[in-house]
């Protein structure tokens, strides 16, 4: 095979942007402009004072209108991502016993994350192999079903419904968020960070709570079990209401959230971003499905990721020689997740990504692999 760096696609071929990464995503242009606008009055000032908390307040706002929250439903944002909220709610949201639906990297992470904490009992596990994802199984002795809207290293996606009984649903919403349609009468918990689907930065977690999961926070913070004040989510929640984080969050993090979650909303809110990740997924999927030698790695069409895509290629091609090529031509970040081990391609399809984008990237696939094969 040529070099990758040694094959120039041509210009007229290239994506107009070339992030096509898993998270961080492609950031949009005006996003950044308006930041830099904006930087001089926000940028630098007091996350106490009216500036920022406005700015929360958007955040908060615009999301409650993005996902058409119910009434008592709550916007509750903290510092730490996702990862941070795990340990947030070994601490905070886990009463005795949690069951957990493992299916990739992320789904099982939390699972980790719980596991051994000597508050707690040993959290169920339940697997299902990758590409694949396996249902929760209701239970009197389980308070909590930590469920995953969309598994980022593996590209499932799975249907998001209310577990019966007494226990909350909590669901993991990092990549899903945004490009993907849910009900939030169907969880308790929705949580995500700003830097996948809303092509924001890393930093803070995002956790849309219902009034149960908001009692049972408030309830396990009045029980004399110890929590590190900084993982609280109790004051994550009384911090939220001010329109304010425990600690100093990342400024310009809150900013371009609030940005994004606004130009989603005035261009129709999440029905329209999720039809343009769906069509996005639908170009991408029915190239591989068309072409000899790619095809998606989920094999079943309902369960396949509308923001995220695993493409799986037939040797001679090579995925990690592809996205080498791609890269050296400034078409970034499709490389596959590396611990899968598969002969892949990863490709986001967020919603700031324009369909064209999505149709000059499998042309420049196309290209790639005929200039290799002759
Ligand atoms: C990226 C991701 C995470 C981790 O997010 P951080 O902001 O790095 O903590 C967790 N879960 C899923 C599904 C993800 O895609």
């Not at 709570?209 to 396990?220: L, V, W």
């Not at 039809?275 to 790695?297: K, T, V």
Request: glycine share 8%.
């Amino acid at each position: 095979m040529p070099e990758h760096t040694s094959i120039r696609i041509p210009t007229e071929l290239l994506p107009a942007d070339g992030r096509f990464g898993s998270g961080p995503t492609k950031v949009r242009a005006e996003t950044l402009a308006s930041l830099a606008d904006a930087g001089q009055t926000y940028m630098g000032t007091s996350h106490r004072r009216p500036t920022v908390r406005a700015m929360v307040g958007r955040v908060r706002e615009g999301l409650t209108d993005l996902f058409g929250l119910p009434e008592g439903y709550e916007v509750v944002l903290g510092n730490g991502g996702a990862t941070g909220f795990w340990d947030a709610a070994t601490f905070g949201l886990i009463e005795r016993r949690s069951q957990h639906l493992c299916f990739g990297e992320f789904s099982s992470k939390f699972a980790r994350a719980v596991n051994g904490a000597p508050h707690l009992d040993a959290p169920e596990l339940i697997e299902a192999s990758p590409g694949t994802h396996p249902m929760p199984v209701p239970s009197d002795r389980i308070d909590l079903y930590g469920l995953t809207h969309n598994e980022t290293s593996t590209g499932v996606t799975m249907p998001i419904k209310r577990v019966a009984g007494e226990g909350l649903t909590v669901v993991d919403a990092t990549s899903a968020a945004g490009g993907t349609p849910v009900d939030p009468e169907e969880l308790d918990v929705y949580y995500f960070s700003p830097q996948k689907a809303f092509g924001g930065d890393g930093g803070l977690f995002v956790a849309l709570c219902s009034p149960r999961a908001i009692e049972r926070i408030e309830r396990i913070a009045a029980s004399d079990r110890w929590i590190p004040p900084f993982l609280s989510l109790e004051s994550a929640v009384s911090n939220s209401r001010k329109d304010q984080t425990y600690n100093t969050p990342a400024l310009a993090t809150i900013f371009m959230l609030a940005d994004t979650v606004e130009w989603i909303n005035s261009r129709g809110g999440l029905a329209w971003s999720a039809a343009r990740c769906a069509e996005n997924a639908a170009i991408l999927y029915d190239w591989a499905e068309s072409h000899p030698m790619a095809y998606p790695f989920v094999t079943d069409p309902s369960i396949r990721s509308r923001v995220n895509a695993t493409i799986d290629f037939e040797q001679p091609v090579s995925g990690d020689y592809l996205a080498a090529t791609l890269r050296a031509n400034g078409v970034v970040d499709t490389e596959s997740y590396r611990k899968l081990g598969r002969n892949q391609l990863r490709i986001g399809l967020w919603p700031t990504i324009p369909p064209t984008d999505v149709e000059a990237l499998t042309a420049c696939l196309d290209y790639v692999i005929e200039a290799t094969s002759s």
